[in-house]
């Protein structure tokens, strides 16, 4: 009896052993794809900074806003470059970094769950360029609007870096939020939560939903916040709608089996 005890709990480490041995292997593998997406990113930099300098431009008919940078800092320009590089790699390797987290779950899963993969991975890398793209072109806006806080009294002229920072953080909080219907979605599939209770609790995600998009939301603004968080309530129903369907092709596969 104690050597069947010990047996099972040997085959329970090494199990846990394996897992461990499995996560770090794909945690190497996703920095190496960070590493190779960031040598492109340092050598994107300048079509990238020309990119980002739109919104700016779009404000530059105003005779108090700035179209070109200030710094003040003699390494603030080579330290944004590393930082941007890294950000850009993060990005150009986000499909990897979703295919890499499926795989790493899908062993865990169901064998009709595990057939979700490549959906899982292309919606989600959409889903992120999508939320992305929203934060980049709704920020002339979102800048106008701060900009009309302070009046004519005050000329604008930005640092570099806190203005494409507060850009990327844009995006990767509109990529970030955009991801949501996918987590509603898979939580449906596996059996979680249901679509009966995810309508019932509609009012409450609203509500939900707008405190986290202020939440990490950079700019604070509420253009911003609008331009996240009223997608996010079309992805709540649109996901509520897919687990629908999902579980009645699933109940019709099983009168058939």
């Not at 394996?18 to 190779?36: D, G």
């Not at 700035?66 to 390494?75: A, E, W």
């Not at 701060?146 to 995006?171: F, N, P, W």
Request: with cysteine; net charge positive; proline share 5%.
């Amino acid at each position: 009896m104690v050597d069947t005890v010990a047996s099972a709990d040997l085959d329970s480490r090494m199990s846990l052993m394996e897992h461990l041995i499995e996560l770090r292997t794909r945690i190497i593998r996703c920095a190496i794809a960070v590493a190779v997406g960031a040598v492109a990113g340092w050598l994107l930099y300048f079509p990238v900074l020309h990119l980002m300098m739109d919104p700016l431009r779009e404000l530059s008919g105003n005779p108090n806003v700035k179209d070109t940078f200030l710094s003040q800092d003699p390494l603030e320009i080579f330290l944004l470059r590393i930082k941007m590089s890294a950000y850009l790699g993060l990005m150009l390797a986000m499909p990897f970094l979703l295919w890499q987290l499926w795989r790493f779950i899908a062993p865990g899963l169901y064998q009709n769950e595990r057939r979700y993969a490549a959906a899982f991975v292309a919606s989600a890398s959409f889903l992120f360029g999508l939320g992305a793209a929203i934060a980049f072109f709704t920020l002339p806006q979102a800048l106008k609007f701060l900009q009309s806080m302070g009046g004519d009294d005050v000329v604008y002229q930005y640092s570099a870096q806190k203005y494409l920072m507060l850009i990327v953080y844009m995006m990767i909080a509109f990529g970030i939020g955009f991801e949501f219907p996918i987590v509603v979605v898979f939580l449906q599939l596996v059996g979680i939560v249901t679509p009966q209770q995810l309508s019932q609790f509609r009012r409450f995600a609203i509500v939900i939903i707008f405190v986290v998009a202020a939440v990490i939301t950079p700019s604070a603004d509420p253009i911003s916040l609008f331009a996240l968080a009223l997608p996010m309530c079309v992805f709540y129903e649109v996901s509520i709608l897919i687990g629908r369907l999902a579980k009645r092709r699933q109940a019709k596969a099983e009168l058939r089996a």
